[in-house]
């Protein structure tokens, strides 16, 4: 959502779910909650590609199976460029 479906001020905002059927809302529908910081509008709303957040990276716990995968980090660094060395003064 760009704006506020009530008073059309763009200070709007993901809200938290109140209840665990907002949370269960939330499961199975693409929509979210939202509230107005301009005239305290909350309602539900489909969230826009620039609005969502980089997902959240599940860290194990230590004791467990768990193996990092150094094999995606080489394929990732492997992409970048390398640095061109800079000139002393």
Do not use: Y
């Amino acid at each position: 959502m760009k704006e506020c479906p009530q008073c059309g001020s763009p200070r709007i905002h993901r809200s938290r779910s109140r209840h665990w059927w907002e949370r269960l809302r939330r499961e199975f529908t693409e929509k979210r909650p939202f509230r107005c910081k301009a005239c305290g509008w909350r309602g539900w709303g489909i969230e826009l590609e620039d609005q969502r957040r980089a997902p959240a990276v599940s860290v194990p716990r230590a004791g467990g199976d768990w193996q990092p995968n150094f094999r995606a980090i080489d394929k990732a660094l492997d992409q970048v460029p390398p640095e061109e060395p800079q000139a002393e003064k």
